[in-house]
């Protein structure tokens, strides 16, 4: 994980806000302080309307940068605060706090990424795909959601020069089931697969070369509702991949002052050695270390 940066406190003006899904919608927000500082997993909070009511910020990953000075929002309208969020009218001013929170960063050696995100969840992975692109990091999409309408910043995504898997659990777009069901085609873990897999790609002999079980250079970054998380954290344990989660909880104060948003971390023996708190030493964990071992053979 990146640690945290320097945050700031400023009135930026929203410049766009259009309608994605069914029940969300994409904020592009001018902030040089935010766009320059925010890191892939990193999230701010926004003040709901002028007055006291609701008092609590409300937290959104950073979806996507743009020329150092814009980013953007994904806000899916499921209670007062985001319904009030997503009205705001291009040069209105809403007040935003951040970058908080420490993001995704590839493990050692890693050399191919497989984003994997569930609703909203796709919101810093985004922001994710975009740097790992402008790294050079092979990397992969596969996106889930419960139906077509709940499946967000498609046409972003699908602009993307890296291949993205699509399921729905009513099938009504990409594959019929859980975006689970996706892993095993996108991380395939017969060595020859994914020789043969590179090769479709145009990878290179380089790589090709060095024949490198696929376990031993991927990762996952992950991010999506808690049961979906511990259902991918268990399946690349099954599979010797290592990966990372983002995790969204309800946040009082966002900034590690309340303790309210603090959770157990596993050592690798998985006894719970010690709390963090999921706004200043998380979002971004290693899967192994808030997903307990005994799940993982369950
Ligand atoms: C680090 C982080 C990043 C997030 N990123 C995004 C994002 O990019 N896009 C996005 O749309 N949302 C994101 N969320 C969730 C978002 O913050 C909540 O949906 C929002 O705070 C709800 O506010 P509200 O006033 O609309 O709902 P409320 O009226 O406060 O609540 C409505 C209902 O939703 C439940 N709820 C509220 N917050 C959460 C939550 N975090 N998880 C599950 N249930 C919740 C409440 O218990 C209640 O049942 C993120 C949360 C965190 C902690
Ligand atoms: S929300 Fe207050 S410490 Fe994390």
């Given amino acids: 994980m990146i640690a945290e940066t320097t945050r700031y406190l400023v009135w930026a003006t929203v410049v766009e806000n259009r309608f994605t899904g069914e029940d969300a919608n994409v904020l592009v927000i001018e902030s040089q302080e935010i766009a320059r500082n925010a890191i892939p997993g990193s999230f701010v909070t926004i003040k709901v309307g002028n007055g006291d009511e609701p008092?609590?910020?409300?937290?959104?990953?950073?979806?996507?940068?743009?020329?150092?000075?814009?980013?953007?929002?994904?806000?899916?309208?499921?209670?007062?605060?985001?319904?009030?969020?997503?009205?705001?009218?291009?040069?209105?001013?809403?007040?935003?706090?951040?970058?908080?929170?420490?993001?995704?960063?590839p493990s050692k050696d890693i050399r191919r990424v497989v984003l994997v995100g569930g609703g909203v969840g796709v919101a810093p992975l985004l922001f994710a795909a975009d740097r790992l692109l402008q790294d050079k990091v092979e990397t992969v999409v596969a996106l889930g959601a419960a139906r077509s309408g709940n499946l967000y910043s498609m046409d972003a995504f699908r602009l993307l020069e890296a291949p993205v898997h699509l399921a729905t659990e009513d099938g009504s777009t990409g594959r019929k089931g859980l975006v689970t069901d996706l892993l095993a085609e996108t991380i395939p873990t017969d060595p020859i697969e994914i020789l043969m897999m590179r090769k479709k790609r145009g990878?290179?002999?380089?790589l090709l070369a060095e024949k490198i079980p696929p376990a031993e250079f991927t990762e996952i970054f992950a991010c999506g509702p808690m049961p979906m998380l511990g259902a991918v954290a268990r399946w690349a344990r099954a599979h010797g991949v290592k990966c990372k989660v983002c995790l969204e909880t309800v946040m009082a104060c966002g900034v590690g002052s309340c303790q309210g948003c603090a959770i157990p971390i596993r050592s690798i023996s998985d006894a719970v050695s010690h709390y963090e708190r999921i706004c200043c030493e998380g979002p971004v964990f290693d899967s192994w270390a808030v997903f307990p071992q005994e799940e993982a053979h369950g």
């Fill in 55 to 105: 008092l609590l910020r409300r937290p959104f990953s950073i979806h996507r940068v743009m020329e150092n000075r814009f980013f953007w929002l994904l806000v899916r309208k499921i209670g007062k605060g985001t319904r009030r969020i997503a009205l705001t009218q291009p040069g209105e001013q809403i007040s935003v706090l951040g970058p908080l929170g420490c993001g995704y960063q």
């Fill in 203 to 206: 990878f290179d002999a380089d």
